[in-house]
């Protein structure tokens, strides 16, 4: 057990629809991380939040969006749904803004139809 | 954006043999870590490198960060079937975090008994 939790699990909704993933860091870590992980793509990088203030951003398209909040979980906000958002999402804390190893979360397994 | 490129994608050899993975890039990294990961769970920390030239041990595993910290190895004694998996690296930035964690698209390894 890594100490992050996700939720949901799986997740299947329609194309058009918002869904929002929801992480909990490990305790007393700052950094919470959201990746992407398809077969073809493997980790991408969507975007980084450090005590609440976002620190780094990667691939993120602009249907999705995310945020820290003060108790330092975080949610990953993803809008008009496409069959190609269909992915597992992690999400994965660290103690410092980086440098030190992540800690990731089991996952959240997301299917547009 | 920095890019990880490891070597081999697929590897699959017998129980007891020895392996090494590749972990290669034209940028500089602050830190590297590889990863571990199962299919359906997150990826799970195995080791932080962070001083170029720096061999870090774990039981069988032997990794060790290029004198220029832009490249990895991931050396397997004696491979036992519980090790097969994807093995990820990533790398920290030196810019300040500014791109996140990196990862490649890892090495898939297979020890068959």
């Known amino acids: ?113 | 954006t920095q890019l990880l490129e490891q070597s081999p994608q697929f590897l699959s050899i017998q129980e007891g043999e020895n392996l090494t993975v590749y972990c290669n890039s034209s940028s500089v990294f602050s830190s590297l870590q590889w990863y571990r990961q199962e299919p359906g769970e997150g990826p799970v920390l195995l080791v932080t490198v962070v001083t170029g030239g720096e061999v870090k041990k774990l039981k069988r595993l032997t990794f060790q960060f290029g004198d220029a910290r832009k490249d990895s190895s991931l050396h397997i004694t004696a491979a036992q079937p519980g090790d097969t998996g994807l093995y990820l690296c990533a790398g920290a930035d030196s810019g300040g975090g500014a791109d996140g964690l990196t990862f490649g698209k890892g090495t898939h390894l297979i020890i068959q008994p």
């Not at chain 1, 629809?17 to 969507?46: A, H, I, K, N």
């Not at chain 1, 999402?89 to 800690?103: I, K, L, P, R």
């Open chain 1, 1 to 113: 057990d890594s100490g992050v939790t996700q939720t949901p699990k799986h997740l299947i909704t329609a194309t058009g629809q918002r869904v929002t993933l929801r992480c909990s860091p490990r305790s007393g870590d700052l950094s919470v991380y959201w990746y992407q992980q398809s077969l073809d793509q493997g980790l991408q990088f969507l975007i980084q939040y450090y005590n609440g203030e976002e620190r780094a951003k990667g691939n993120i398209l602009e249907r999705f969006s995310a945020q820290q909040f003060p108790d330092l979980h975080s949610e990953l906000n993803l809008s008009s749904l496409e069959l190609g958002d269909s992915a597992l999402y992690f999400c994965a804390s660290s103690a410092t803004a980086g440098g030190t190893g992540a800690f990731f979360g089991q996952g959240t397994r997301l299917t547009v139809v």
